[in-house]
């Protein structure tokens, strides 16, 4: 094991290679192992994406990468600094995999027509003894030749360049069993029988061979090597769709803005602060504010929500999304790397490059798999022929071995769903930040919910207004609006939304969290709590009384009043000021209950309002007052009682609890640190994501529990009938592509999750 130097945080870097020719798990074990190799490095190499993150101490230059990936036997780039999509890509990487990545190659599709074409008779001529006439081995041999050099060339061309490295992977094993096959029955035309043999009657595609001193194989090394052609082409297609969805979200991007003197400028040019143009239908440039102009905008390709936002002067707007009617100026705020839609792509690939627990195991089986396999067929060829067979029974269980064998399925099992899965994800507006989220997620039992921007929607709102019958409400409201109207605290905001709060105000004062006092129009008046009312000595009627008891259940109580020449201070209204509950949060908690989740609420507010706002949504288990600290205290007690812990928060004040709980769940409308705290972020302020969040990790994860059972279940099963001698190398080399599509196209069905 190599040692590696320890280097500060501070002193390293970060990049993103893109890697060509790798085919397999075993690819990925090679050139992860190569990279760490380099003094101070660390790496994650991912086969779905064709990458590898990498970080690196400053004293190691960039070029030392790309010659650790060339010693493991694969070329690679760096990817470019500046967050955009390649030309064409697989997910992110810049890979087109329907044709070769080399100018002027052969595509992928033209090798398969081609190979098929010239398979279909030499696969009749081999398995239809009636069709069978004199020298069909001599056509067989013409036809086969193509295919097996030049079709299967692109697997040939990757098991000669691991081999230059003493490496060998799937492919190796692909060119050991068609070469095998197509050098076993050219040897038998040239040098045995099988060249003077007209017709042949022993053809079998399960059970073993038992003939014949000089059968030839033609058709075995061009239908697997058409078969795996196909595999490879319907893989690779797949893959591309798998990456389909961060593809789309990097298209959001333009490439040129138009100024505000009307001039066009490339967005590379466009710097903070700078004014632009949006037209109706066209795409905002970067995040910024309004200048001018108003439009319904599309944020739907961003947070996944289909009705459109009005946005107008003073509106915050994110870069990428659409303005549908309407002629916006806008002042950026945020362009290139720092955008918003920069930092989901950024959070999205991040995701698709991590590893899951299992998907480690899977990694360090495949790197001694292709190793175990040629091992295997070996043995097998020996055990067949020391057991007295045929030698061409031996043979063909041998090869039939070497094309079964499919470590592609493993490496691929975890990396197509999570880049599938986070794909989707990003369309719905849930942002995960890697595997490990992923599995929190599918094993949380209980889901902690802060109220102040989560259950709830953090604007404090009017909700009622109670005035004796023997006062005048609307000479209460304009009193109360004049006054609160002079106050920048969020309870006053709320009532001073009561009236058009025309009156003339004199001497204002405001006592901090008490209430404020002024002359509304000559009187004496004053606003704020039951107690700041007391403490004025203002007169408190029964009636003023029982508003201000009842108006307690439901929020913050603010009461207004005045002195009249005539009279003295006198309490005259009573205005209920709450923070308004979330129209989906109901359904949200009925639905995360339904799914198995014990749902709690965790606020600092006071008892009385996070019971009704936790009867209004129906949840039972309440715990109020708490500081930031009671929050992480009542998430570790939780876990301490075996509790698997999902906490929801926006603030500041929840930002340590997310980081402390098994799962930390951030809203999209809250603060940066809640976001970096947590695990998933959702980029809609909407608790109904929160649903689909959990299930479209659970479902992730019941993808990646199938495809990588299969992967496992069909090399165990598989490798024992090949041995014994029990499938037609043919046969094996249709289930080997096979394996590896069927766990692609798994994975691909979590692009319809809801």
């Not at 990456?243 to 100024?259: F, N, P, Q, S, Y």
């Not at 999304?321 to 839609?341: C, N």
Request: glycine share 10%; aromatic share 4%.
């Amino acid at each position: 094991m190599t040692t590696h130097t320890e280097h500060p945080v501070a002193d390293r870097r970060e990049a993103t290679l893109d890697i060509d020719g790798m085919t397999c798990a075993s690819c990925v074990a090679r050139v992860e192992k190569r990279l760490r190799a380099v003094d101070g490095v660390d790496a994650t190499v991912n086969l779905a994406t064709e990458s590898a993150r990498v970080s690196y101490p400053d004293s190691v230059p960039a070029a030392a990468l790309l010659r650790a990936v060339k010693d493991a036997g694969y070329d690679a780039r760096i990817r470019a600094a500046r967050h955009e999509r390649p030309a064409s890509g697989v997910g992110h990487g810049g890979h087109d995999h329907d044709v070769e990545d080399r100018p002027g190659a052969v595509s992928l599709r033209t090798r398969l027509l081609t190979s098929a074409v010239l398979a279909v008779p030499v696969v009749a001529l081999g398995m239809v003894p009636a069709w069978q006439f004199a020298g069909w081995q001599w056509v067989s041999l013409a036809l086969a030749t193509p295919i097996v050099l030049w079709g299967g060339w692109p697997f040939h061309r990757a098991s000669f360049a691991n081999a230059r490295h003493g490496a060998a992977t799937m492919d190796t094993l692909i060119t050991l069993g068609t070469f095998a096959a197509y050098l076993w029955s050219v040897w038998a035309l040239f040098f045995g029988s099988a060249g003077r043999i007209g017709i042949r009657h022993d053809v079998v595609l399960f059970g073993p061979v038992h003939d014949a001193s000089a059968l030839v194989y033609f058709e075995v090394a061009a239908a697997v090597t058409v078969f795996l052609l196909l595999g490879r082409f319907i893989e690779q297609r797949s893959k591309r769709r798998a990456g389909a969805a961060l593809r789309a979200l990097l298209d959001l991007g333009v490439k040129t803005v138009e100024r505000e003197d009307g001039g066009t400028i490339g967005i590379e040019d466009l710097a903070v602060d700078d004014i632009f143009v949006v037209r109706p239908g066209g795409t905002i440039a970067a995040d910024g504010v309004v200048v001018t102009g108003s439009a319904a905008v599309d944020e739907s390709m961003l947070t996944g929500e289909s009705v459109p936002v009005e946005v107008a002067p003073g509106s915050r707007v994110t870069g990428g999304t659409i303005a549908v009617d309407g002629r916006l100026t806008i002042r950026a705020t945020s362009v290139g790397a720092d955008t918003r839609l920069a930092h989901i792509a950024r959070l999205v690939e991040n995701a698709q490059t991590g590893k899951s627990r299992v998907q480690r195991l899977a990694d360090r089986i495949s790197a001694v798999f292709v190793p175990l396999v040629i091992a295997l067929a070996v043995a097998t060829l020996a055990v067949w022929v020391l057991a007295g067979s045929p030698l061409e029974a031996g043979f063909t269980a041998a090869v039939a071995v070497l094309i079964i064998a499919c470590p592609c399925a493993l490496g691929l099992a975890t990396p197509i769903a999570l880049l599938v899965g986070t794909g989707r994800g990003a369309q719905l507006g849930i942002l995960i930040t890697g595997p490990e989220a992923l599995e929190s997620a599918d094993r949380i039992d209980t889901i902690v919910l802060d109220k102040t921007g989560t259950v709830t929607t953090g604007t404090m709102t009017l909700r009622d207004v109670r005035v004796p019958a023997d006062d005048d409400e609307a000479e209460v409201r304009r009193v109360a609006a004049a006054l609160e109207s002079r106050s920048e605290h969020p309870v006053a905001r709320a009532v001073a939304s009561a009236s058009a709060g025309d009156a003339v105000v004199e001497g204002f004062r405001s006592s901090a969290g008490a209430g404020v006092t002024g002359t509304v129009d000559g009187r004496p008046a004053f606003a704020g709590s039951p107690r700041f009312a007391r403490e004025l000595g203002a007169e408190v009627s029964a009636a003023v009384g029982d508003a201000v008891t009842a108006g307690e259940q439901d929020g913050t109580v603010v009461v207004v009043g005045w002195s009249d020449a005539a009279e003295p201070m006198r309490a005259r209204g009573v205005f209920v000021v709450a923070d308004a509950v979330r129209p989906e949060s109901a359904v949200a908690v009925r639905e995360l209950a339904a799914a198995g989740l014990d749902v709690r609420l965790l606020t600092g507010d006071n008892a009385r309002v996070a019971r009704s706002v936790a009867d209004e949504v129906g949840i039972a288990e309440v715990s109020a007052g708490a500081s930031p600290e009671d929050k992480v205290s009542a998430v570790e007690r939780l876990r301490a009682a075996g509790r698997t812990v999902a906490m929801v928060g926006d603030g500041v004040n929840d930002a340590a609890a997310l980081a402390t709980a098994d799962l930390g769940i951030a809203m999209g409308g809250g603060t940066d640190a809640a976001i970096h705290a947590s695990d998933i972020t959702l980029v809609r302020s909407d608790p109904a994501t929160i649903v689909s969040a959990v299930r479209l990790s659970r479902r992730t994860m019941g993808v990646i529990r199938g495809n990588l059972f299969w992967a496992f279940a069909y090399n165990v099963a598989a490798l024992p009938l090949a041995a014994l001698g029990l499938l037609n190398p043919m046969i094996a080399g249709a289930a080997m592509a096979f394996s590896s599509v069927f766990v692609v196209l798994n994975s691909l069905r979590l692009r319809r999750a809801r």
